[in-house]
Structure formats: C-alpha cells, structure tokens
C-alpha cells in the first residue's frame, strides 16, 4: 500500500483512531460524580486545584517580591484540563478536561496573567448544548454525538509548542491547534501535510540543537505510530508511518543525535472493548507479562526498528536521551511507576474528590547496549514527575534534571517540592514549598553562552491556604536558597500540565 492510500486507510476509521465512537448508553449519572466532588470539598482544600473554571481568566497583575531578571522577559505559557464539569454533569478523568491556555507575560514592571479556552471543535459543541456531547479519554457521556474524525474530540488541553513561528496548542490524538501568542485566540487546527490531516500529532514534540522538530502520533485502533520531522522554519515536513504489534499507551519520546527512542509500557489497547462502549482509557489492558518494551528508530533509517526489554511498569514522561559513541549504548532518565494504576484509576478518583494514595513514580536511569541488544534499569529515590533538562541540551549528554518531586505531602495528591537531581553524583539541589502547596511543572530557562545547568528555573504552584497561584523564579544552580523572584496570583487556576517560555 503506498503512502497516500496508507494514510487514507487511517483517517477512514478516524473515529477509532483516536478515542473512538461512543455508543449511546445507560451510564451512572455524571452529576453523581459532581456530588461526590462537592460532599468532600471542604474537608480537602486540594480539591480547589480540580474544580476547574467556567469563563476566560480576564488579564490580572501578579504581588510581586523580588525582581525578574531581564533574560526572562517574555511569556511563560501553560496548558492544562481547565473545564472538568458543564450543566452539572462532570468528567471522570482528570484528562477530560477543556484546554486552556495560560500566560505569564513578564517584564519590568512584573507579571500579567491571563487564561482562555482553546476553541476546539469539542468545546463549541459541548457549550452550544450546555453540557458533554462528545466523549473523552475517561468519559463517555449517555447520548452522544456520533464521532466522525479525532479532532471531533480534539481537547488540546495537554501541552505548548512555539515552533516555525507559531504557537501550538498539543493534544495526543489529534492535530496541534494553533494560537494567537498574544491574544490566546484560536486559530484553528494545523495541518502539516495533506495526507496526515487530522492524524495524532503528541503533546511532547522534541526540539534538537539543530532547531528540527520531531514528534509522533498514536493511532490506537490501526496500531500505527506515525513519525514528523520539521524543519525549524516550519516548511519541510516529512512523515512517516509504521505498524507496531500491541499497541502501548504512549505520551512521550526522546531523540538522541541519531535514533528516535519510545518507551512502550505493558498498557496495551484492545479495540474489542472500545467496541464493546468502554471509553479509551477503560480500553486498555494492563499487561505485565509483556514487560516494557524499549523501540529505537535510527532517524535516518524509520524502517529498521531495534527492539529491547525493560522490566514491566508504566511511564509518562521522559527526561533525555542521549548517545554515548564511545561505549555505544544510548542513556536515558525516565520516570517510573510500578503500574498504570494512577493513570488508569488514580486520576479518575481525583475527579470526585476521592485520594487514595500517590503514584509511586520515580526516576530511572537506562542504558540501552546497541551492540548487545541488553538493557540496564537503575531506579532513584526520588518520588518525582515532570522531567525537564536544559533546553540547549535535547539529545546530547545531560547531567542535570528537574523534576517536581514528593516529599512530605501528606494524605493529599500532588507534589510539594522542586528538585534538580545530578545523575552523576545523585545528589539532590531543592526546594521545598510546603504541605499547603500544589506543586506544578517547573521549566528551566538557560542563561546564554554559560555551561548546562546554568540559568533559571521558572515556575507555578497553587497555594491551598491563600487560595492564590505563585509564579517563581530561582537561580538554577541555588534552588535551596529559594525564589530571587516571587508573584503572587489572587486567585485559583487550575492544575495544569506543560508548558515553555519564550522569550520577548
């Protein structure tokens, strides 16, 4: 078959490729969930950071204490679930949610916030009806609308891109949306080929020292992995589609200087239970068995795979990889749950306020043998997610990684520190908000012409006991030493998930 009629055969069934059909059905009523979220709220402060928002967020000054550093004039941009409940009836999985973007735009004299809804097809459709028409990754809603294509379900509510001159809002199973980077409006969907219109573009694009971007797509139901690489005007783009057996759940990649590297846990998809009316999530069976599947591409070379195994657990995010010539082998940190319980139940669970226990993630060190075929897995005491390393250094040999780490949370999710680990020596540089804090994914912003690990980290966190959103900035080689620069937020923004600066 070749590659047009490859990818038409795809978006045939865009339905499924995505989250698929949701068959009209009795369900538990949804507001039974938004009961069980209010009966709990105020015995759980935490529960403000997943009440999510109903309107825009209208542009407001930041309290500022100490000065930004003029190197971080710009705008610190975030995307997360933002809309989890409409007309009463509420989302059962955190990552339902409607996107919204965030800006800090920073400068002189501080820190203006702002936030909008994503337009998506999905969000007109739901407000026109006053409540949820269209499926989601955990929540299939009684009465749906029929689905005809992924970005009918499009809620581009997961991450942030400026790439080739654009800002692009990323989901997972359709296509990037484009955004105005200084009115947050919608653009409308990007289409970067004909042929792959509407195919799964990822919400962790990987950026090079070259400036190329690579990302990928997973189509669930055809059991493809679709590959794009564009250039850093954004012109030349080219793509490329192949079959992987068991299809895992996958969120994120790393490249190195020649290979493509994913990490494909043993949560494999089974297409007869989304047949079956089960939503996407509840469409997965954990497999342990099959352990973690480690799949390497040579970016030169997309049809000759190299297969490794890792023993069984799950993963969401991935910190880097890179190539070591001299002994051959690829190095990568990655963070590590035992299982996909978190993902699968712990999340849904958070949406009626119910809080078990934390995921048990933690950081893994990798080394993958391309000469014997072998892989090695040392894990970190580091109850962590959120990985992130110096921009400068995406694919080549890193020693830093920061991380939003849980340390002594307490009977509530989330995390109460920042760290950056040195994964030659193990040592941990932190800083420690405090039990009453949300902790979200902190960014590190380098500091030109100095070596890695130089520079700012920049920041946000929900403090519980002022009901207020903190934006900070610490000098990257000091974390302990606390914020050079805090703003203070006067009201509540919900749990978000990525996001990049850019710089003015």
């Known amino acids: ?25 009795a369900a538990e009523a949804p507001d039974a969930w938004q009961a069980a979220f209010d009966a709990r709220r105020t015995q759980q402060p935490w529960q403000m950071g997943f009440e999510g928002l109903q309107a825009d967020a209208a542009p407001m000054p930041l309290e500022m204490r100490g000065r930004i550093p003029p190197a971080l004039y710009g705008s610190f ?65 009684p009465a749906a609308e029929p689905i005809r294509s992924a970005d009918a379900l499009n809620v581009a509510n997961t991450s942030v891109v400026s790439h080739g001159g654009e800002l692009l809002a990323l989901w997972e199973g359709g296509s990037a ?43 669930s139901a055809a059991g493809v992995l679709s590959i794009y690489h564009v250039s850093p005007d954004g012109r030349d783009v080219r793509t490329a589609s192949l079959q992987v057996p068991d299809i895992a759940m996958v969120h994120d990649f790393a490249v190195t200087e020649r290979h493509l590297v994913f990490l494909l846990p043993p949560l494999v998809f089974d297409l007869e ?20 599947r480690v799949l390497v591409l040579p970016k030169d070379r997309l049809d000759a795979p190299r297969w490794f195994m890792l023993p069984a657990g ?13 002994r051959g ?3 990568l940190d990655y963070i590590r749950s035992p299982d996909a319980w978190w993902a699968t139940q712990g999340l849904q669970d958070l949406m009626r306020g119910r809080y078990q226990s934390a995921d048990q993630a933690a950081m893994a060190l990798v080394t993958l043998d391309l000469q014997s075929g072998q892989a090695r897995q040392e894990l970190l005491p580091h109850a962590a997610e959120f990985p992130r390393v110096d921009p400068r250094f995406v694919g080549q040999r890193t020693r830093h990684v920061l991380v939003a780490e849980r340390v002594a949370a307490g009977p509530r999710p989330g995390f109460d520190a920042v760290t950056r680990i040195d994964l030659q020596t193990g040592r941990a540089d932190r800083y420690r908000y405090g039990t009453e804090v949300l902790v979200e994914e902190h960014l590190f912003v380098p500091r030109e012409g100095r070596p890695e690990g130089h520079g700012w980290v920049l920041g946000t966190a929900l403090d519980l006991q002022r009901r207020a959103m903190l934006l900070s900035v610490f000098d990257a080689q000091h974390l302990a030493d606390g914020p050079i620069a805090q703003g203070v937020l006067p009201r509540v923004m919900p749990m978000g998930l990525h996001g990049i600066f850019v710089a003015a």
């Not at 509420?90 to 800006?103: A, E, I, P």
């Not at 239970?273 to 973690?292: D, I, K, L, N, Y």
């Open 273 to 292: 239970r989304m047949r079956a009316g089960q939503t996407f999530v509840a469409s997965h069976v954990w497999r342990p068995e099959m352990g973690m």
């Open 1 to 25: 078959m070749d590659r047009r009629a490859f990818a038409r055969s795809l978006l045939g069934a865009a339905g499924l490729l995505a989250l698929g059909d949701a068959p009209a059905r």
């Open 329 to 331: 082998v690829i190095q």
């Open 314 to 326: 799950f993963v969401f995010h991935i910190g880097n990889a890179w190539e070591d010539a001299r």
């Open 77 to 141: 941009y975030r995307n997360g679930a933002a809309r989890h409940v409409l007309g009463g009836e509420r989302y059962h999985h955190w990552f339902d949610g409607d996107g919204m973007l965030q800006q800090y735009r920073l400068g002189p004299q501080g820190a203006v916030h702002s936030g909008r809804f994503v337009r998506t097809g999905k969000f007109l459709a739901d407000s026109a009806a006053g409540r949820p028409v269209r499926a989601a990754f955990g929540t299939n809603p």
């Open 177 to 219: 949306t484009r955004i105005d980077a200084q009115t947050l409006e919608t653009r409308g969907l990007k289409t970067w080929t004909p042929e792959y219109a509407g195919m799964p573009f990822s919400a962790h694009p990987r950026i090079g020292r070259d400036g190329s971007l690579w990302n990928f797509g997973v189509s």
